[in-house]
C-alpha cells in the first residue's frame, strides 16, 4: 500500500527492521521483537501508558487491542520525532518482550 511505501522510507534510514504480514495486516520488528504494526494503512506503535503521552494522536489497531501511539502525517513529516518515537517503542517492548520471534524479510 502507499502507507507501508512512505513509513518503510521513514524507518529505512536508521532502523533494521523486518515485516511480517499478520492476520491481513503488517507487523513490524526490530531484532526479532515485534514493535509496531500497520493496520488499516494506518502506522501503530506498542507502548506504556507514559510513552503513549509523547506520541500526537493514539487509537486502537483493531478491536480488542490495547491502546497504541499512531505516526500521522504530521508525525512523518517530523523525522527526528518519528525515529525518536520507533526507538522507544523498540527499547519498550525489548524491556517487557519475553519470546522472540523470527520473521521472514518480506
Same mark, same amino acid.
Given at each position: 500500500s502507499y502507507f507501508y511505501r512512505v513509513y518503510r522510507k521513514s524507518f529505512e534510514s536508521s532502523l533494521s527492521y523486518t515485516t511480517q504480514k499478520m492476520f491481513g495486516e503488517i507487523g513490524i520488528?526490530?531484532?526479532e521483537i515485534f514493535f509496531a504494526m500497520i493496520c488499516d494503512d494506518?502506522?501503530?506503535?506498542?507502548?506504556? *501508558?507514559? @510513552?503513549? =503521552?509523547?506520541?500526537?494522536?493514539?487509537?486502537?489497531p483493531y478491536h480488542g487491542a #490495547?491502546?497504541?501511539?499512531?505516526?500521522?502525517?504530521?508525525?512523518?513529516?517530523? *523525522?527526528? @520525532?518519528? =525515529?525518536?518515537?520507533?526507538?522507544k517503542s523498540y527499547e519498550y517492548k525489548k524491556? #517487557?518482550?519475553?519470546?522472540?520471534?523470527?520473521?521472514?524479510?518480506?
Open positions: 520488528y526490530c531484532n494506518t502506522l501503530y506503535f506498542q507502548t506504556d *501508558h507514559i @510513552l503513549l =503521552l509523547e506520541f500526537p494522536r493514539n487509537g486502537v #490495547t491502546i497504541a501511539g499512531m505516526a500521522d502525517a504530521d508525525l512523518l513529516e517530523n *523525522h527526528e @520525532l518519528f =525515529l525518536s518515537l520507533a526507538k524491556r #517487557t518482550s519475553r519470546k522472540k520471534r523470527s520473521p521472514n524479510k518480506m
